[in-house]
DNA sequence: GCCAACGTTGGC
DNA sequence: GCCAACGTTGGC
């Protein structure tokens, strides 16, 4: 099994908003980097886990948990001329974009800060603190996925 | 709102 | 295939 870290905007989606749907599922999609794309579509198993991460807010951090429960399909959103994720370049024979099922499976007492992060010992080569990653699906180690889940409540 | 860092685009 | 220009991300 393997783990991962997922960001989101909570402006946009945040964790309240996963545990309101049914099931508490949802589709990550909206993947618009290829580099996060081949994680996705190459890397993710269903049955993985993740961290749920908010970012571009007052407390960017750990917010809780997602269970990954589909591996990756085409995400349709890029073939919808209304959606923001609209790109002219997917067809249905070539899709391009791909997005997984996501269930919330935990929600913290508090947000694990980005700041408390930092400071953790054992974190220091976590792909979501190295200078300028920007990828919005990213991979955490087992390590790190024990060494963060102590952190929580 | 600023800005560093990075990805993408398009002219050549 | 190079690279300048531009857009986006995301912490601060």
Redesign the pocket.
Known sequence: MKYWLF???PDAFSIEDLFALPNATDHWD?I????ARNIMRDDMKKGDKGFF?????KV??VVGEVKIVSAAYPDHTARDKRSKYY?P?ATEEDPRWCMVDVQATQQYQEVI???TL?QTPGLEDMT?L???????IMPVSAAEWRIIRKLAR
Request: with cysteine; proline share 7%; glycine share 10%.
């Open positions: 960001k989101s905007e909206g618009r980097n290829y580099q991460y908010h970012s571009s807010c960017p951090g790109d370049k800060p980005l700041t930092k979501l190295r200078r300028g990653n920007r990828l919005s």
